[in-house]
């Protein structure tokens, strides 16, 4: 088995976002990019199935900015070989880049993609189907495990309410991880200097098709405060002073 | 003509709870283009009877639709948008809803727009308000051409779309894809186990990832003690190991309404809102004060959780006696 597992890197959520002049994209200027955490579990799923059953996995990513430390690390992480998609523009909403992807992955000769179940800011619709469709495979979502068997995967698809199914996919098929069996695992840094020494990145070029027209983006803007939360200030103390004063008040706390 | 298809998702032999407010939210649209409300049920025929907000309910019959398989919805989807060709096709945004979405807009090359929380017509395009950036930005999109729309559960009330249709029912021939899929049903697991239900509880004390590793989980525990409430938890928490799948609340985990949700370091993404939202009083401590969490929360404060939470737990004791 061949598996290529795509990342992508995305704003650190944590930090504060804004909005550029032009009003339609975030302003990139300052913002802390991060590996897409489900694209983590999707990277940790492929390194388990390398150990579990000989797989041999390659990383691919689109070529943007800050993205050779991604695969550096991948590569550290038990990656056999990384790969960058030169696609002509580093911004591709996730149904172009599924395109471009789903090409490098003919030119790859795989026969498994993991993708990160989704990223927070595609508008246009998650790059496991889209890959899927452009390759004609068959594509399951919201992936928390998948064992290897032959001509076959099995995975678990998670629903509402904690209700889990497991499915049988043949292969070539492409899967949406949401998360592996087990947290995605530490690199050590000398496993990353290794990486990088070990040399360059591979590079595979795949044109982006086009996006089907008719939906545009008119503005961004951040979310109107609606309710809204009553803040509470002060120290720690101060707080906690309030708040148990407030609970005790709605007969919240333990008789 | 600008007709509106909804996707009917079925869970538990339940149509569920997200579809009655995509077919309220399509009277709406329907209004607007001039079209009429109609309704997608693969399988579940007996639901049909259940779907009154649609205009006509597409039944489609075909062993290997129940269970549900992604491949198989997915190809009946594609066709009813095929053969019905509707201006707005409306999908859930829940966990199947990703691979429906983007599959079949995929599949009849149509545009998709995501994470959909507000939609209506304006000068004969569907304008929809969507949610990015885990709820940090709204975008705003035009649609001018037939699409797919995936939409946040929770978005819309789901008392309209409970009625009100013409109730008309057909039924349509599965597609030919049925015959040969390349996935299968091999079983499915129901919730729980093992330990406590955290839907029954009336007080809880849900940690995210700000708690910062198991060992601090503790500090919730007690809190959670001398509330006399349960613990729950975000995503990445379970994920992590650090507490059972069974505690996880949202999109993927449980639905709770509980008197009190006492979030601590949680940022509030929409998946994790989906599940809590409608929960009577919540609290929310966290420090960064532009977290989404205090969007939904009634009182929020932007203390360290490990300065505030010890100070309260002691607090609550001391009330206690
Ligand atoms: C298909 C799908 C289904 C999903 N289902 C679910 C689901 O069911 N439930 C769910 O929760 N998520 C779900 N998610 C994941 C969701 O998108 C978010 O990734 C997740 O909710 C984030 O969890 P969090 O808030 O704990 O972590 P983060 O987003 O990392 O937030 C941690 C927060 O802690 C705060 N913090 C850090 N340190 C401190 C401190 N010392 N004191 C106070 N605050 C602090 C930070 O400011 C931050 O806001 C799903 C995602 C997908 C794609
Ligand atoms: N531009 C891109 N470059 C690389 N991978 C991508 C890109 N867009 C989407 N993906 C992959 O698809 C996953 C889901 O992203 P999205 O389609 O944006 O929801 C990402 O986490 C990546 O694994």
């Not at chain 2, 545009?111 to 929380?117: A, I, M, Q, T």
């Not at chain 2, 029954?200 to 060992?215: C, D, F, Q, T, Y």
Request: proline share 5%.
């Amino acid at each position: 088995m061949h598996i290529a597992v795509v990342l992508k890197q995305v704003p650190d959520l944590v930090e504060e976002l804004d909005i550029d002049s032009g009003g339609k994209d975030i302003d990139r200027s300052f913002v802390k990019m991060k590996i897409n955490e489900f694209d983590d579990h999707a990277l940790e799923q492929a390194v388990l199935l390398k150990e579990s059953s000989g797989a041999k996995v390659t990383a691919v990513a689109v070529a943007a900015d800050g993205i050779d430390q991604v695969l550096y690390a991948a590569k550290a992480r038990g990656a056999d070989r990384a790969v960058k998609v030169e696609a002509g523009d580093e911004f591709l909403d996730s149904r172009r880049a599924a395109s471009a992807i789903a090409e490098a992955i003919k030119q790859l000769e795989c026969d498994l993609v993991l993708t990160g179940v989704q990223a927070a800011d595609d508008l246009f619709g998650q790059a496991a189907p889209f890959i899927a469709a452009a390759l004609g495979w068959p594509h399951v979502s919201v992936v928390s495990g998948v064992e290897a068997g032959g001509s076959t995967v099995r995975v678990h698809q998670e629903y509402s309410g904690g209700r889990m199914a497991t499915l049988e996919v043949d292969l070539p098929a492409v899967l949406g991880i949401q998360a592996a069996p087990q947290p995605p695992r530490y690199v050590p840094v000398t496993k990353l200097r290794q990486a990088m020494a070990s040399g360059a990145l591979e590079t595979v070029s795949a044109a982006a098709g086009a996006a089907p027209v008719g939906a545009t983006v008119s503005g961004l803007a951040k979310p109107e405060s609606g309710r809204g939360a009553e803040m509470l200030a002060g120290s720690a103390a101060e707080v906690a002073d309030k708040l148990a004063a407030l609970l005790a008040e709605r007969g919240l706390v333990r008789a | 003509m600008g007709n509106v298809l909804v996707y009917v998702e079925a869970s538990d032999g339940k149509v569920a709870p997200v579809t009655y407010e995509l077919l309220g939210a399509a009277r709406t649209l329907a209004a607007g283009l001039g079209g009429q409300v109609e309704a997608l049920l693969a399988g579940g025929g007996e639901l049909a009877s259940e779907l009154g907000g649609a205009d006509t309910v597409i039944h489609v019959d075909h062993p290997s639709l129940s269970p549900y398989v992604p491949e198989a919805h997915v190809a009946v989807l594609a066709e009813a948008v095929r053969l019905r060709n509707p201006q707005v096709v409306l999908v859930g945004n829940t966990t199947i809803g990703i691979d429906l979405a983007a599959g079949a807009a995929a599949a009849t090359g149509r545009p998709l727009v995501s994470y959909c929380v507000g939609l209506e017509v304006g000068e004969g395009a569907v304008v929809a308000r969507s949610q990015l950036y885990g709820g940090k930005i709204i975008a705003t999109t035009r649609t001018d051409s037939p699409a797919v729309f995936a939409v946040v559960g929770g978005s819309f009330p789901d008392g309209p779309g409970r009625s009100g249709g013409k109730g008309a029912q057909e039924t349509m021939d599965p597609p030919s894809s049925l015959a040969s899929l390349r996935s299968r049903f091999v079983g499915a697991t129901a919730p729980g186990g093992e330990g406590v239900d955290i839907t029954k509880a009336e007080r809880l004390v849900s940690v995210g990832r700000g708690i910062g590793g198991p060992e601090n989980i503790e500090l919730a525990e007690e809190l959670a003690k001398a509330l006399g409430a349960e613990v729950g938890a975000s995503r990445p928490v379970c994920d992590s190991g650090w507490l059972p799948k069974t505690r996880q609340v949202g999109k993927s985990g449980m639905s709770v309404k509980p008197k009190l949700y006492f979030a601590v370091g949680i940022s509030g993404a929409p998946e994790h809102l989906e599940g809590m939202r409608d929960s009577e009083l919540i609290v929310a401590v966290n420090s960064d004060a532009n977290a989404p969490i205090f969007k939904v929360a009634h009182f929020g404060t932007t203390c360290d959780l490990f300065d505030l939470l010890p100070a309260l737990t002691e607090r609550l004791k001391a009330r206690a006696g």
